[in-house]
């Protein structure tokens, strides 16, 4: 399941495992990956999906330094120890969720 971001970033920060998905609505890439994400949200369930509109939330954009979207940024404990842009398959995502898990 993906979550959409609702500004409390305290709820972020209390998985274990989190992945933020920087995105728009208006992104075509964005929205190209959208079918995808929600596989691998089902599939890995031990860790926390949000999607995070550019446009409500300047603040978080600051504070992990967004330039461009789709942004995946991946969180253990609330740090951030990946991230991920140029998005195009399942399998590169897949492949940072479990380095994730792993660490």
């Known amino acids: 399941m993906i979550r959409e971001f609702d500004g409390d970033f305290e709820k972020v920060e209390r998985a274990k495992y989190a992945l933020?998905?920087?995105s728009s609505p208006g992104?075509?890439?964005c929205r190209m990956i959208e079918p995808?994400?929600?596989e691998l949200?089902?599939?890995y369930e031990n860790v926390e999906f949000w999607e995070?509109?550019?446009n409500?939330?300047?603040a978080l954009i600051q504070k992990?330094?967004?330039l461009n979207v789709p942004t995946l940024v991946y969180l253990k404990e609330?740090?951030?120890?990946?991230r991920q842009n140029l998005i195009r398959r399942k399998e590169e995502v897949e492949e940072r969720i479990k380095q994730l898990l792993k660490g």
């Open 52 to 54: 995070v509109d550019i």
């Open 64 to 66: 992990f330094d967004i």
């Open 41 to 43: 949200s089902e599939e």
């Open 20 to 22: 933020l998905w920087f």
């Open 27 to 29: 992104c075509p890439p």
């Open 78 to 82: 609330g740090r951030e120890v990946d």
């Open 36 to 38: 995808f994400m929600h």
């Open 56 to 58: 409500k939330h300047l």
